[in-house]
């Protein structure tokens, strides 16, 4: 019965040249299904890349020592990454979908997670989109140990500046303004976003961790819900150097 419902799927999402993908795991299946040998279709995948921090230092505020950060990433795929949201007014939850275009299509689309909204910041943001890690390093200077964590952070996303319009198709204007809505959010090929490190979230408690060299990793798009054409450039790693309230990039 279930492979008759999953044909069934199939089928109409094929006809129609819309697809809404729910519960299938792993995104390269999901590729695999859409771009493989016996289909013709050309997704135009985004690929999100993060970029080294603009800003990294230390906080030391009413006893607490922090790791403060900015963080960048930009849009070097085929297509935008465009974000849909619906809210299930029963449950008042705000879900989102991926809108992934199409070359000669009507494109399709794919469940994401969803939108929340994030009081601090009075928007709503794509929940789970990043998260950062400290480790300390062995000595060959390689990631050893996972020192401190955030959670997986939410993120408000649209088209703040130029990264480089060069890139095939990359529009010459800004198409998604910071509207920040849990109705539309999304970058275009060749934008990028920044958070800056003052922002409310930007940061790591690194209180109880000595001085050291250390290893800060930044990861976009840790649970690959966001299809894109590649995942292999989604983390970013810097080496730095703690000493006291000091810290130097290495």
Known sequence: MKKILLILLV?????TGLFLVKGISG?????????GSDDK??????????TTPLEI???????????????TFYNQGQGPLELVGHTNKENNITYASQYIYEKGGAGL????GGFVFHPPHTHWHVDQYVFYELWNVNDKGEANSLMARTDKMSFCIWDERAQ????A??????VYPRTCNGRQQGMSVGWSDTYSASIEGQELNITEI??????FRSIINPDKKIAETDYDNNQIDITIEIKGSSLIRK
């Open 210 to 215: 000595p001085d050291g060299i250390y290893i």
């Open 57 to 71: 230092y230390i906080r030391n505020s009413a006893g607490k020592k922090t790791l403060r950060f900015s963080t």
């Open 11 to 15: 089928v109409v999402g094929l006809a």
């Open 164 to 167: 480089d319009l060069k890139i």
């Open 41 to 50: 279709r050309q997704l135009l995948l985004p690929d999100i890349v993060p």
């Open 169 to 174: 198709d990359a529009p010459q204007a800004r």
């Open 109 to 112: 689309y794919r469940d994401i």
């Open 27 to 35: 995104q390269v299946n999901f590729l695999q299904f859409f771009q």
